[in-house]
């Protein structure tokens, strides 16, 4: 092998690496999005539970908690909050089936948009062994 096939291969390693090491990154960067999506559904029904006390429907009460996020200066629409509440009560719901927040790192599916399509039945199947 000469110096030039050496470098090509020292090259094509290095590359092979950065893709691993960047995997490696969104892998992480994925557990913590489930991680804070995890928290804002946990708070998100906590609070709900308070307030479904105070008003007879669940809906008036989910109204009550998009109004009070709209408040605090979020520059999403409410239709986009509503989403984000949905999908981040439903994580919390399933994670929460499969042993909570400590089992994200062991769930095989990281991305927080697939946990939109599953139910609290599947939530054991998430898990890897």
Do not use: P
């Amino acid at each position: 092998m000469d110096d030039f096939d050496e470098e090509i291969s020292l090259e094509i390693s290095r590359m092979y690496f950065k893709v691993c090491e960047q995997e490696k990154i969104v892998l992480i960067e994925k557990g913590k999005m489930l991680e804070i999506y995890y928290e804002f559904g946990k708070g998100f029904e906590e609070k709900l539970k308070v307030l479904s006390e105070e008003y007879q429907r669940e809906s008036t009460a989910i109204n009550k908690l998009i109004n009070e996020i709209m408040e605090g200066g979020v520059n999403h629409n409410r239709r986009t909050v509503l989403r984000k509440s949905e999908k981040a009560r439903k994580i919390y719901r399933i994670i929460s089936v499969v042993g909570g927040k400590e089992k994200i790192k062991r769930l095989k599916v990281l991305n927080s948009e697939n946990y939109t399509k599953f139910n609290r039945r599947m939530g054991k199947k998430l898990l890897r062994k």
